[in-house]
């Protein structure tokens, strides 16, 4: 199909910068000397998993139970499910082990939870490994590294009956904080040392540590070195977008997704254009914006070459409805009614959401579409 017979909005995904962007971190954590744990959260598709996992045995980070069973399905079986698991969450992980064999990471910060999960699994006759969750500077979730809250959860999973402690996990939310490199780096000096650091202060309690878990996109690419870490998990450098732009961890030209959309309007008198891309197409994300105050919900960009129309954003959004201010009426005969456009996404991870499908791109045409699952 050709670009211009899809219906709009849409999501698109080059192929081809998307290898490149694979390939890239590949490398880094190869020269780190660190196990890749891909997030698989953004592109929520076999098919994209299969292009940035060797193979089904390695080991893959999703964020929701949901992402767990569609890539246990499809024959993953090793996931980390990267956020606290409550009790009646249990029965799904179980169901996901029993059905496929996958190994389902559970991630706990509390003995409270500890606790609980051991009398939930009882109940289910199951058997669940935990990481420790620690909170290395971001103070979202987590307990102190090397405290002693860390090796009070470290107790309670060693007193558990049916849970069984696999190391320690920490993110580095706050380098998303920030766009100077040598701040990034230092933020990813703090994650390693919460991590490596804690994972010492079990092992010297006498609790077993195998996994040290740690990763953000930012912090794996400006890391000075990973001593003491087994793995990193990343996945924003998958696609891409405009927060990675604004904060200089990537280019323009390495984003690799958009959306499709179709000027439906000319509004002559508040000389913008109108997209049938608003905010449940793009998302109300403005996290670039930090940074790059002109992102607001996306940049605008020519169909065939990628390349953003000068000063043309997506300045405000209603449901379906994008408004694109233009410095003046010339842009109406540029970009006509019934004309498309693709949208650099703000931030990649709430847009694809709004989306079941990507729609691969090359050469102008539509070769192939991939679905994507999502929700919980």
């Known amino acids: 199909m050709k670009l211009s017979e899809a219906e709009t909005p849409c999501l698109l995904l080059d192929p081809d910068q998307l290898q490149r962007n694979i390939g890239m971190m590949a490398a880094r954590c190869g020269k780190l000397g660190v196990t890749l744990r891909p997030h698989l959260k953004t592109p929520k598709s076999l ?17 929701t139970l949901r ?51 051991d009398t939930r699994a009882g109940a289910l006759g199951a058997k669940f490994e935990f990481l420790i969750e620690v909170d290395c500077g971001e103070h979202r979730s987590g307990v102190g590294p090397a405290s002693q809250e860390l090796l009070g959860v470290a107790r309670a999973l060693e007193d558990a009956s049916n849970l069984h402690p696999a190391g320690v996990m920490t993110h580095a939310g706050h380098s998303y904080g920030c766009d100077k490199a040598d701040e990034i780096a230092a933020i990813a000096e703090e994650e390693r040392a919460a991590a490596a650091g804690s994972a010492e ?52 030209e390495d984003i690799a997704v958009s959306v499709l959309a179709s000027v439906i309007g000319h509004n002559t008198a508040g000389k913008s254009l109108v997209l049938d891309a608003g905010a449940l197409a ?12 002109d992102a607001k919900y996306g940049y605008v960009c020519d169909v065939e070459t990628g390349k953003r129309f000068p000063g043309l954003s997506v300045h405000e959004v209603y449901q379906e409805h994008g408004l694109v201010p233009v410095p003046d009426e010339s842009w109406f005969a540029r970009l006509p009614i019934g004309s498309q456009v693709r949208v650099a996404p703000n931030h990649t991870c709430m847009t694809c959401a709004a989306y079941d499908v990507y729609n691969v791109v090359r050469g102008g045409e539509i070769v192939e579409r991939w679905p994507r699952v999502n929700g919980w």
Not at 282 to 293: C, F, G, R, T, V
């Open 47 to 63: 098919q994209v998993a299969q292009l940035t996992v060797a193979g089904k045995a390695a080991p893959i980070t999703v964020s």
């Open 282 to 293: 793009l998302s109300k994300d403005i996290s670039a914006n930090a940074y790059l105050p």
């Open 201 to 252: 202060a079990l092992r010297k309690a006498g609790h077993d540590c195998a996994i040290v878990s740690v990763g953000s996109t930012p912090t794996v690419l400006h890391a000075k070195h990973m001593e003491g870490v087994t793995e990193a998990r990343a996945g924003v450098y998958l696609f891409w977008d405009l927060s990675q732009v604004s904060r200089n961890i990537c280019a323009l």
């Open 67 to 117: 992402e767990a069973d569609y890539f246990a399905q499809g024959g993953y079986t090793d996931i980390l499910c990267a956020a606290a698991t409550t009790p009646n969450k249990l029965a799904h992980a179980d169901k996901i082990q029993r059905e496929t064999g996958t190994r389902v990471l559970l991630v706990a910060d509390s003995a409270e939870l500890v606790s609980a999960a």
